[in-house]
């Protein structure tokens, strides 16, 4: 059974440049969460997606956006990248109590 | 609001040792909590939750009992292994798949043999 998976494991982008991350959820889930994981910290909250739609959003700008498929995959938008926007970004699905995490996608801003 | 201090890391044991990982939160009402491992490279893992006061969540040797009355749900393990290096993240959520998960800073264990 595939758990999470997200594509590209590593990316490097230039500021100023728009990136896609995109996430595959666990089987049987239907909910999407996203984090992001600066070095050295805990993963923060970004957006959680639910039936094609936005259900809860963390403190990020609206720069930060997001789309759910009628499969349930997810997307992951950041515009007008910065450098501080450099970290991990995790997927996780879920299921009432079972919430998968991916090994996340690597984002290098130079 | 919601939130959750971990103990400062990093923490050196020799294999064998005694593990205790501290885990404070504050929240309203009656959050569940858990516990995720992150080995280098790789992303979140759950090592045990629980879901309501006095619960004793365990798994693979680690323990975390949710103290309501101190706020708290410690991480312990009784005999550390070379394979237990990672970095460990206390989480709090409300309302299952619904919730989102508020994390430590997480506290990174390194066990030499």
């Known amino acids: 059974d595939a758990g999470v998976t997200q594509s590209p494991t590593h990316l490097i982008k230039t500021r100023g440049q728009q990136v896609t991350l995109r996430c595959s959820p666990k089987s049987g889930h239907d909910t999407v969460s996203w984090y992001q994981q600066a070095l050295g910290q805990g993963p923060q909250f970004i957006f959680q997606?639910?039936?094609?739609?936005?259900?809860q959003r963390g403190n990020f700008p609206d720069r930060f956006s997001g789309h759910q498929y009628p499969n349930y995959s997810s997307e992951l938008n950041v515009n007008a990248l910065l450098l501080g926007d450099s970290a991990l970004y995790l997927c996780a699905s879920s299921f009432t109590w079972d919430y998968t995490f991916g090994s996340g996608t690597r984002l290098t801003v130079v | 609001g919601n939130s959750v201090t971990q103990m400062e890391g990093p923490v050196t044991l020799s294999e064998e040792a005694f593990l205790t990982i501290n885990c404070t939160y504050t929240?309203?009402?009656?959050?569940?909590l858990f516990w995720y491992v992150q080995y280098p490279g790789e992303g979140l893992q759950l090592l045990l939750k629980a879901t309501k006061a006095d619960d004793k969540g365990s798994n693979k040797g680690f323990e975390a009992t949710y103290r309501k009355e101190t706020t708290s749900f410690h991480l312990e393990k009784g005999s550390v292994q070379v394979s237990d290096s990672a970095v460990y993240f206390c989480a709090l959520n409300y309302g299952g798949s619904q919730g989102n998960l508020i994390f430590g800073k997480g506290t990174k264990l390194s066990v030499k043999p």
């Open positions: 929240a309203t009402g009656h959050p569940s």
């Open positions: 997606y639910y039936e094609e739609e936005e259900r």
